[in-house]
C-alpha cells in the first residue's frame, strides 16, 4: 500500500530534551516536506527536500533541522525543543517538486513540548 | 505573491442537505487550485484539484468545485451531505506552473447533523 508514515504519533517531552519524528515514504517520491498544523492558521511549511541531500526552508524552519540521506527517509529534529513548537506535525511526499502535484500526507505526529 | 481565504471556519448542515464550503484566493500568476479533508485523528487527503483545464472540477465522494475567475473563488459543493463528509476542509493556492509554495487556507470544520 502506498503511504507516508510518521512515528511516533503522540510525543511529550520536555523543554530541551532533543527529540526526532520520522517520515518514510514508499511510493519513489523526490519530494518531501514538513508542516506544522496550528488553530486558526492552516499548515505552514517548516522544511523540504527536492531529493536526495537537497533540502531548503519553508516558511517557519526556525528551531528544526531536517536531514535527507535516503529517497525515503525525511525526519524532522528538534535540537531544543521549546513550548511554542507544541503542535501537530505532518510530513508529506509528491512525486515531484512541481507544487501542482498532489501531496500525499502522512498522519500526523501531535508534539507538546512542557 | 498568493494567499487563500476560507469564508466560514465551521459549517453545519443537516444529513442530506447540500453542502457550500466557501474559498477565495489572490494569485499574481495563474492559479492551480486544491481541496483536502482531514478526518479527524488522519492526515490530509486530496478530494480534487483545478489546474487551468476544465473549470469545474469533480473529486472524490460526490464533491466538486467551480473555478470562477472574475470572483477569484473555488467554492466546494455536494448535493447530499453524508454523515462520513463530517471533517476538516483546506483550500490551496499555488502556481499552475508548479513552481510556488502551497498556500493554505485556515480551515473550515464540517459538522453534519443526523
Known amino acids: 500500500e502506498a503511504q507516508v508514515t510518521q512515528n511516533p504519533r503522540y510525543l511529550i517531552t520536555v523543554t530541551g530534551k532533543k527529540l526526532t519524528v520520522t517520515c518514510s515514504q514508499n511510493m519513489n517520491h523526490e519530494y518531501m516536506s514538513w508542516y506544522r498544523q496550528d488553530p486558526g492558521l492552516g499548515l505552514r511549511q517548516i522544511y523540504y527536500s527536492m531529493n536526495v541531500e537537497v533540502t531548503d526552508k519553508g516558511d517557519v524552519p526556525e528551531g528544526y533541522k531536517v536531514s535527507r540521506k535516503e529517497k525515503r527517509n525525511f525526519p524532522l529534529i528538534l535540537e531544543s525543543p521549546s513550548p511554542n513548537q507544541t503542535s501537530l506535525y505532518f510530513c508529506?511526499?509528491?512525486?515531484?517538486?512541481?507544487?501542482?502535484?498532489?501531496?500525499?500526507f502522512g498522519p500526523g505526529t501531535r508534539l507538546t513540548v512542557l | 505573491a498568493q494567499s487563500v481565504t476560507q469564508l466560514d471556519s465551521h459549517v453545519s448542515v443537516s444529513e442530506g442537505t447540500p453542502v457550500l464550503l466557501r474559498c477565495n484566493y489572490s494569485?499574481?500568476?495563474?492559479?492551480?487550485l486544491f481541496w483536502y479533508v482531514q478526518h479527524p485523528n488522519k492526515g490530509l487527503q486530496l478530494l480534487l484539484k483545478?489546474?487551468?483545464?476544465?473549470?469545474l472540477v469533480k473529486g472524490i465522494n460526490g464533491f466538486e468545485a467551480e473555478f470562477k475567475k472574475s470572483e477569484t473563488s473555488f467554492h466546494l459543493t455536494k448535493p447530499s451531505a453524508h454523515m462520513s463528509d463530517a471533517a476538516e476542509y483546506f483550500c490551496v493556492v499555488t502556481s499552475s506552473f508548479g513552481n510556488e509554495k502551497l498556500t493554505f487556507g485556515t480551515g473550515t470544520r464540517l459538522t453534519i447533523i443526523p
Open positions: 494569485s499574481s500568476y495563474s492559479p492551480s
Open positions: 508529506a511526499s509528491s512525486v515531484d517538486r512541481g507544487s501542482y502535484n498532489e501531496q500525499f
Open positions: 483545478y489546474t487551468s483545464a476544465a473549470t
